[in-house]
């Protein structure tokens, strides 16, 4: 499994937001967003506080994309 943020990314820009315009309005830092550019990990805290600056669901921001199945 793998996460992607591009919804976050697409939100973004149909709000005609940049990155540093989040960092700021959610008071993440510059480390973050360059994690989250990256699909990494990141605390649940950092994305409650993007999903409350955002005024958006965990939903909104994120996806769980599933790499193929394995057999049994």
Request: proline residues 0%; glycine residues 4%; positive net charge.
């Amino acid at each position: 499994m793998a996460i992607s943020y591009k919804k976050l990314w697409k939100l973004l820009i149909d709000r005609d937001m940049k990155k540093k315009d989040l960092q700021r309005l959610a008071g993440i830092s510059s480390a973050s967003i360059t994690k989250l550019g990256k699909n990494k990990n990141v605390s649940t805290e950092m994305l409650q506080k993007i999903c409350i600056a955002l005024e958006c669901d965990i939903c909104d921001i994120m996806e769980i994309k599933i790499e193929g199945k394995k057999r049994n």
